[in-house]
């Protein structure tokens, strides 16, 4: 079936330091979205992208939609304690559903 | 905020029993759907559901699943033999637009004896 990869699936970082995960299809998307589930959370919305190569920020991330529009990349600048928890990009396939990538989860130590 | 409510919190059957998850979506949405997530992995996309009928369903949502929304804000997920296999958190969500800025609820976590 219709997949979106996701790496890396756990990552530590040092807080302060920066973090990114990558996304991708072999299928071109309408649109790709980001979530993020906090430990024993639920998955809450961050951020939508629909046009080939879109740049959105807010506040110290970045988020990314790749020119061929199968690619995705979130980019979190000089990480906190706060940012812990797994990241999910959510790729949505024309006239389908939406289907969510396998997560990184970021730890940070202080 | 407006939230996605999901009842009950946990949910404890034997394996061949019956199960109903139970939702309640926002209000004004209008698109809904079911996700799983097995202890530690993906979200893993069950049915989604519009104008009392299923849009899109995964390989996953097979005859033994089935979904409703008896009045204007229910929306139940049946299980009608459970599987040990099926044992998992299983997530509601709605969204104004298809597919677009999902709200999810705090999930039930099913487990299958």
């Known amino acids: 079936g219709q997949q979106v990869m996701q790496i890396p699936q756990y990552q530590h970082v040092q807080e302060g330091e920066d973090f990114t995960t990558y996304c991708n299809s072999s299928?071109?998307?309408?649109?790709i979205q980001w979530y993020k589930q906090r430990p024993g959370g639920h998955p809450v919305f961050l951020i939508q992208?629909?046009?080939?190569?879109e740049v959105k920020k807010q506040k110290r991330l970045t988020f990314q939609f790749g020119e061929a529009k199968k690619n995705s990349s979130l980019h979190i600048t000089a990480t906190q304690t706060t940012d812990v928890g797994t990241y999910f990009c959510?790729?949505?396939?024309?006239?389908?559903?939406?289907?969510f990538g396998k997560g990184t989860t970021l730890s940070v130590s202080s | 905020e407006p939230e996605v409510t999901q009842t009950p919190s946990h949910q404890v059957t034997q394996m061949g029993q019956e199960v109903i998850l139970r939702c309640v979506p926002i209000?004004?949405?209008?698109?809904f759907y079911w996700y799983r997530q097995i202890l530690g992995q993906k979200v893993e996309f069950l049915v989604s559901?519009?104008?009392?009928?299923?849009?899109?369903k995964s390989e996953i949502f097979d005859d033994q699943f089935s979904v409703e929304r008896p009045d204007g804000s229910n929306f139940t997920l049946k299980i009608r033999s459970t599987k040990l296999e099926d044992s998992a958190m299983y997530f509601c969500?709605?969204?104004?637009?298809?597919?677009?800025?999902?709200?999810f609820g705090s999930g039930t976590q099913l487990s299958v004896l």
């Open positions: 959510a790729g949505l396939i024309y006239g389908t559903a939406l289907i």
């Open positions: 209000s004004n949405h209008l698109y």
């Open positions: 299928t071109t998307l309408s649109n």
């Open positions: 969500a709605s969204s104004g637009l298809q597919n677009e800025k999902l709200f």
């Open positions: 559901f519009y104008n009392n009928e299923i849009s899109e």
């Open positions: 992208l629909v046009k080939s190569g």
